[in-house]
């Protein structure tokens, strides 16, 4: 493309999408400003409520809420400093993925089992059975989202402040919010 076409082009875009939410309204489908609110700024090591809390051996921070996104996503920050893990287990209604800030994790996601490190991501698809552990030595910070958010968020919380931390004390509650438990945690090694 010549450059001139491209710099018309460039110019008549904002024209030409002008109408677009009116031609959409009329076909029933909403523009993507859905009205959620605004932009949504979270520092580093904050949380989105000003409520971090600790669950498995990791630090929390809700980074966007269910709540910010009708519903769409949840995201979460964690801080591990223990080599310790979930237990196996999948989400019928929700697909989660993961992006590996800093150190080492081993995953199993279906009958495969992985290594990840700084800089890598998976998705694991909602059905899929799944698991993961941190292998390297320090601090680990795994970014971890849910889409659709579901009742993730409540969980977590809810679970930090079960006086019994084990699998079996927390089974009831992780079915009733779409965490099917079906099997124990990875070992680092």
């Not at 700024?41 to 980074?63: E, G, I, M, S």
């Not at 930090?160 to 090694?189: C, F, M, N, W, Y």
């Amino acid at each position: 493309m010549q450059r001139r076409t491209f710099l018309h082009l460039s110019l008549a875009a904002p024209a030409a999408i002008a109408p677009l939410p009116r031609w959409l309204d009329s076909f029933g489908i909403a523009w993507p400003d859905d009205g959620l609110g605004k932009a949504l700024l979270v520092r580093r090591q904050q949380d989105r409520h000003n409520q971090p809390f600790h669950f498995l051996d990791a630090l929390f921070t809700v980074k966007v809420s269910g709540q910010d996104t009708g519903g769409r996503c949840v995201i979460f920050d964690t801080l591990r400093p223990a080599k310790v893990g979930p237990a196996l287990h999948y989400h019928q209604h929700c697909d989660e993925w993961f992006y590996v800030e800093e150190g080492e994790f081993k995953f199993q996601a279906g009958q495969q089992t992985l290594r990840l490190q700084a800089g890598d991501s998976l998705l694991v698809p909602r059905g899929m059975v799944h698991a993961f552990v941190k292998t390297s030595e320090g601090v680990a910070r795994l970014l971890v989202m849910h889409q659709p958010a579901g009742t993730m968020e409540e969980y977590f919380r809810t679970a930090s402040q079960l006086p019994d931390q084990s699998v079996e004390g927390r089974r009831a509650l992780a079915t009733k919010h779409d965490i099917h438990l079906v099997g124990p945690p990875l070992q680092p090694e």
